[in-house]
């Protein structure tokens, strides 16, 4: 894919966030030089999947570097934030994590990059936000997207004891996904205009527009809780999950239900349920919830998933499985799209990557692996003008890996 051929990003970040929207931007055609602490590296590298530990594809941290060039510089250092300085005056985007108390400490904050770049556009991601008291207080997606913006309260039933914990980098994918389109309507901004565009993103502001409904309905009804009804009390039955036969679920989205309903029960073979006055339209139905619920609930246990899959194929309304993510692989529509693409990792290792969503003349992006380590050291040092001598002082003093 090549809609950002010719962009050059200088990534400063860490974990998975803002290196996500650097992901997406190898993605739509971008060169993405990753610097990454040469002794340490980006710790993501070191990130498990709880139980399965043990595996040797590291595929936490493959998803938001993958497309990338990695450097190992101590930007710390004299040398090493010198090679950034001239890294950046070379690139049109500078995306970073880091806190501005860090960026202040190590001379990378906009002005000190805008001198070198003055067009820059200088991207930040952060827990909270660029202002306000906890500017410069940590953040990751299970604290300031998830717990913070009210989606963990929001999504958990009053029926369980603990508050429902979210998948891995949920909202680190989100965020990264949208930073990665402020920072290309910014570079269409500096080609209208000209000069330095600052672009800032943060988790607690993805979590705050994912739940942007409830929260706004929450304060026009007083603070109301609006998370979902217990499944009898929903006033439209035709807008919810319904459990197989061999315990596998059905999701109905037939929001509109008196354009579904007489269709629905004629492929739940309950055509006694089309002229019950209890369910005539969707009024009766509302106030009749429970009663609903129950007569579909009966309806779906009757027969397995598969014999289901089979049977709603012509129904006219809104349905799918509740699926898996081994299944999603597999999905005809997955597989028709390009939404998940096979990629090798630098040990050979074959792994399924799901690439950024969007897609630019029918096409989604082919995906790259993410590099090792400091893997483009030397080479992006040469491209820069550096001598094999300075390179190799470099790698002596410790500011290049």
Same mark, same amino acid.
């Given at each position: 894919?090549?809609?950002?051929?010719?962009?050059?990003?200088?990534?400063?970040?860490?974990?998975?966030?803002?290196?996500?929207?650097?992901?997406?931007?190898?993605?739509?055609?971008?060169?993405?030089?990753?610097?990454?602490?040469?002794?340490?590296?980006?710790?993501?590298?070191?990130?498990?999947?709880?139980?399965?530990?043990?595996?040797?594809?590291?595929?936490?941290?493959?998803?938001?570097?993958?497309?990338?060039?990695?450097?190992?510089?101590?930007?710390?250092?004299?040398?090493?934030?010198?090679?950034?300085?001239?890294?950046?005056?070379?690139?049109?985007?500078?995306?970073?994590?880091?806190?501005?108390?860090?960026?202040?400490?190590?001379?990378?904050?906009?002005?000190?990059?805008?001198?070198?770049?003055?067009?820059?556009?200088?991207?930040?991601?952060?827990?909270?936000?660029?202002?306000?008291?906890?500017?410069?207080?940590?953040?990751?997606?299970?604290?300031?997207?998830?717990?913070?913006?009210?989606?963990?309260?929001?999504?958990?039933?009053?029926?369980? &004891?603990? %508050?429902?914990?979210?998948?891995?980098? /949920?909202? *680190?994918?989100? $965020?990264?996904?949208? +930073? #990665?389109?402020?920072?290309?309507?910014?570079?269409?901004?500096?080609?209208?205009?000209?000069?330095?565009?600052?672009?800032?993103?943060?988790?607690?502001?993805?979590?705050?527009?994912?739940?942007?409904?409830?929260?706004?309905?929450?304060?026009?009804?007083?603070?109301?809780?609006?998370?979902?009804?217990?499944?009898?009390?929903?006033?439209?039955?035709?807008?919810?999950?319904?459990?197989?036969?061999?315990?596998?679920?059905?999701?109905?989205?037939?929001?509109?239900?008196?354009?579904?309903?007489?269709?629905?029960?004629?492929?739940?073979?309950?055509?006694?349920?089309?002229?019950?006055?209890?369910?005539?339209?969707?009024?009766?139905?509302? &106030?009749? %919830?429970?009663?609903?619920?129950?007569? /579909?609930? *009966?309806?779906? $246990?009757?027969?397995? +998933? #598969?014999?289901?899959?089979?049977?709603?194929?012509?129904?006219?309304?809104?349905?799918?499985?509740?699926?898996?993510?081994?299944?999603?692989?597999?999905?005809?529509?997955?597989?028709?799209?390009?939404?998940?693409?096979?990629?090798?990792?630098?040990?050979?290792?074959?792994?399924?990557?799901?690439?950024?969503?969007?897609?630019?003349?029918?096409?989604?992006?082919?995906?790259?692996?993410?590099?090792?380590?400091?893997?483009?050291?030397?080479?992006?040092?040469?491209?820069?003008?550096?001598?094999?001598?300075?390179?190799?002082?470099?790698?002596?003093?410790?500011?290049?890996?």
């Amino acid at each position: 894919m090549t809609v950002m051929a010719g962009i050059r990003v200088l990534e400063v970040a860490s974990w998975t966030f803002v290196p996500a929207a650097g992901a997406v931007l190898a993605d739509w055609g971008a060169q993405v030089i990753k610097v990454e602490h040469p002794g340490r590296g980006d710790p993501q590298r070191a990130l498990t999947y709880g139980r399965h530990a043990a595996t040797p594809v590291r595929f936490m941290a493959e998803t938001p570097n993958r497309g990338k060039r990695s450097i190992g510089l101590d930007i710390s250092t004299p040398g090493g934030r010198e090679i950034l300085y001239r890294l950046a005056a070379s690139c049109d985007v500078f995306l970073t994590n880091f806190l501005p108390s860090a960026r202040a400490r190590l001379k990378i904050d906009v002005e000190d990059i805008r001198q070198h770049r003055p067009d820059v556009v200088y991207a930040r991601g952060s827990g909270q936000g660029p202002t306000g008291p906890e500017a410069d207080a940590p953040g990751f997606d299970g604290t300031s997207y998830w717990a913070r913006s009210g989606l963990a309260h929001s999504l958990t039933p009053d029926t369980l &004891e603990e %508050s429902l914990q979210a998948t891995p980098a /949920l909202g *680190d994918l989100q $965020a990264g996904l949208a +930073l #990665a389109g402020g920072i290309g309507t910014a570079l269409f901004q500096r080609s209208r205009s000209g000069g330095s565009v600052e672009v800032d993103m943060s988790l607690l502001g993805a979590g705050l527009w994912a739940l942007g409904s409830s929260i706004s309905g929450s304060g026009v009804l007083g603070g109301a809780d609006l998370r979902p009804v217990p499944r009898a009390e929903n006033r439209n039955p035709l807008s919810l999950a319904y459990a197989t036969k061999d315990r596998r679920y059905v999701k109905l989205s037939m929001l509109e239900s008196d354009r579904y309903w007489a269709d629905l029960c004629q492929h739940l073979d309950a055509p006694e349920l089309i002229d019950d006055s209890r369910f005539a339209d969707s009024a009766a139905r509302g &106030e009749n %919830s429970a009663a609903c619920v129950a007569c /579909l609930d *009966d309806a779906f $246990a009757r027969r397995s +998933l #598969a014999e289901w899959v089979e049977r709603l194929r012509t129904v006219r309304g809104p349905w799918a499985v509740v699926q898996t993510p081994a299944e999603v692989l597999d999905d005809p529509q997955v597989v028709a799209n390009g939404y998940v693409r096979t990629v090798h990792d630098a040990d050979g290792h074959e792994l399924p990557l799901v690439a950024s969503p969007l897609q630019f003349d029918n096409r989604s992006p082919e995906l790259e692996r993410a590099p090792r380590h400091g893997e483009h050291t030397d080479e992006v040092l040469l491209e820069l003008g550096l001598s094999w001598d300075e390179i190799i002082n470099g790698k002596i003093d410790g500011s290049v890996m």
